[in-house]
């Protein structure tokens, strides 16, 4: 919770018993284990039957707003006292913290329920009138840039992140400053990172404050950095910071927060609580095993991360939760259907459907990732019709540039493995590069070098597997086997089921080509299980109720899901 109610009492002028008493019972009520909700809001309601001064009265609206925020689902009275706790608080001199946390929350309210043309306003005006509060007028541009970047308009994100560190530097707070200039490497082109990361790493290193400040700040920095690394696809290059990250993370969690508060005002912006950077750095962590195709250890600090974000949530519904909650289960998601794990991918899709339906604005941002993973289980399933309709509908929906290559990438392979849609096939290349200014040609032989260079298991094994496909097509037994036998060890080690399953058809017929009897006997009985155990999950999956989610395409995901009698897709493709 943002406001602590016990402490709101100490600035109320000359207190009555009474609003003392009600304060007091509304904490108690709001910290029992479990929380007293209902009681505490009885309370704090009680405070207006006093008549209480208009200091007391927006005061109460602001702290009834927050607790209604916070731990209930009643987001439309939350909005109405928050509403008031604004509008009163404004009337009201020198009552800036009341005043500009009620902007601040009322505005993040607005955002969670897709008010956004209601949540700009109110932060511009906040912005505005809060210039003599360095902490506020800090922390309020950083929420209008924060706004800005869910749009995707980070040119207006950026001007304000500039605006803040200019602020900063003039009210002489290196902190915050830091803080600004690291979240301005969102815009920058990666060739244009690297000045401004070492600007920020000076800056860092060199800042003296208190240790919590300190380690907070590196955490801020290297999670950027990191983030960075892997939109670069530098999965190798990014290890030592993310060694480091995951260091830092280690030393603030046994740090206390009762640490000597700044002297500069500025320096009070805080840019995420140290429980929710450990969720954040789990996340980066998962990112990266993805990446590298380390997919059992990315498995490993999903399940930490998730455990995490339910025991957070009991005490605080923070969007910032939900959003870490739903990009965790899109990897893990893409980790289960790599690992033929089919059936679990189909309930976790359901329950990111689920989240969605709890918050419009977290649909908004989730909802072409949303049918981008249908589509992919879609193929999984061999309902190629489906993942058609399911890519068809991301594309419309978003404007991400490398969102947009991962979704037209992968409605060619649809295109490709229906086997009659050349015409298609023809035109989405258009569209991928219009002006044909790269080779159409692909040289296996350098993405195999580029993908070993950075440790990219998954890219490294389905090359290896492509090129010992072609070379035994080619007649190249001897070359196809040197291709093919790592590429069998590399996705036995991921675990990735597909290539498995093809390189294991591929030592069958090469040994059985080459005279290896019995070598060929084991790749043919290693083929078999393979395609048992998808099989079977084939089967699982498609019995389940959740699989009819294959076919919405439009509007908000289904809440309710009818049985499936049985499969409803061909097999032969998958064996």
Same mark, same amino acid.
């Given at each position: ?6 402490? $709101? ?28 909700? /209902? ?15 208009? /200091? ?15 731990? %209930? ?64 007028? @800090? ?62 790493? %000076? ?14 700040? /590196? ?21 030592? @910071? ?34 929710? $950077? ?11 095993? $993805? ?147 790269? +080779? ?47 590429? $069998? ?27 290896? %009897? ?39 995901? +289904? ?8 499969? %409803? ?7």
């Amino acid at each position: 919770m943002v406001v602590v109610i016990g402490k $709101m009492a100490s600035n109320v002028e000359a207190p009555e018993s009474w609003y003392l008493a009600l304060l007091g019972f509304a904490e108690h009520f709001r910290t029992s284990s479990p929380p007293k909700i /209902r009681l505490c809001v009885h309370c704090l309601q009680a405070v207006f039957q006093f008549k209480p001064p208009q /200091r007391v009265e927006a005061r109460t609206h602001l702290q009834l707003g927050s607790v209604l925020y916070h731990h %209930t689902k009643n987001s439309e009275l939350a909005r109405s006292h928050l509403e008031k706790a604004w509008f009163i608080s404004q009337q009201i001199p020198q009552f800036e913290d009341v005043k500009f946390e009620a902007a601040s929350l009322l505005s993040e309210l607005y955002c969670q329920q897709n008010l956004v043309d209601s949540a700009k306003p109110l932060l511009r005006k906040a912005i505005q009138i809060s210039q003599q509060t360095p902490y506020w007028h @800090c922390r309020l541009l950083f929420q209008l840039a924060q706004l800005h970047t869910l749009e995707k308009d980070l040119v207006s994100a950026c001007d304000l992140l500039g605006v803040g560190a200019e602020y900063a530097r003039v009210v002489g707070s290196e902190y915050t400053r830091c803080c600004n200039l690291d979240l301005l490497l969102m815009e920058r082109k990666l060739g244009e990172v690297h000045p401004l990361l070492t600007l920020c790493g %000076t800056i860092v290193e060199n800042w003296q404050g208190n240790p919590i400040q300190k380690e907070s700040l /590196r955490v801020f920095f290297l999670v950027l950095q990191v983030t960075h690394y892997l939109d670069a696809g530098q999965v190798k290059s990014v290890k030592p @910071c993310l060694k480091q990250l995951q260091q830092c993370i280690q030393t603030i969690s046994t740090l206390h927060d009762d640490e000597i508060l700044p002297s500069n005002p500025a320096d009070l912006f805080h840019w995420l609580p140290k429980e929710h $950077m450990c969720v954040l750095v789990y996340l980066v962590t998962v990112m990266h095993s $993805m990446q590298a195709g380390y997919l059992e250890k990315a498995q490993k600090y999903t399940d930490k991360a998730l455990m995490q974000l339910e025991k957070l949530k009991m005490l605080d519904s923070s969007p910032i939760l939900s959003t870490f909650q739903v990009i965790l289960l899109e990897h893990i998601i893409m980790c289960r259907l790599v690992t033929g794990h089919k059936a679990t991918a189909l309930q976790e899709i359901s329950q990111v459907c689920q989240l969605c339906q709890q918050s419009p604005r977290l649909f908004t941002n989730h909802a072409a990732q949303l049918h981008t993973l249908l589509g992919l289980y879609c193929i999984s399933v061999n309902c190629m019709d489906n993942a058609e309709a399911q890519f068809t509908a991301a594309l419309r929906l978003t404007t991400h540039q490398e969102l947009w290559a991962f979704i037209v990438t992968n409605l060619a392979s649809v295109y490709i493995r229906e086997g009659n849609r050349h015409q298609e096939l023809y035109s989405l290349l258009e569209r991928i590069n219009p002006d044909h200014n790269f +080779p159409v040609r692909r040289f296996l032989r350098e993405t195999l070098k580029m993908s070993n260079a950075e440790d990219l298991n998954r890219l490294t094994a389905c090359s290896l597997v492509l090129l010992g496909h072609i070379f035994y097509v080619l007649g190249n037994h001897r070359e196809s086997n040197n291709m093919v036998v790592p590429a $069998m060890q590399l996705a036995s080690k991921i675990p990735d089921m597909s290539v498995q399953l093809w390189s294991s058809a591929l030592l069958k017929d090469l040994n059985k080509a080459l005279g290896n %009897t019995i070598d060929a006997h084991e790749a043919a009985q290693m083929h078999q299980n393979f395609s048992q155990q998808l099989l079977q999950d084939h089967i699982a999956a498609c019995s389940l109720p959740e699989h009819n989610l294959i076919s919405w395409t439009d509007g908000p995901p +289904p809440g309710q899901f009818q049985a499936q009698n049985g499969p %409803t897709s061909s097999l032969a493709s998958l064996l």
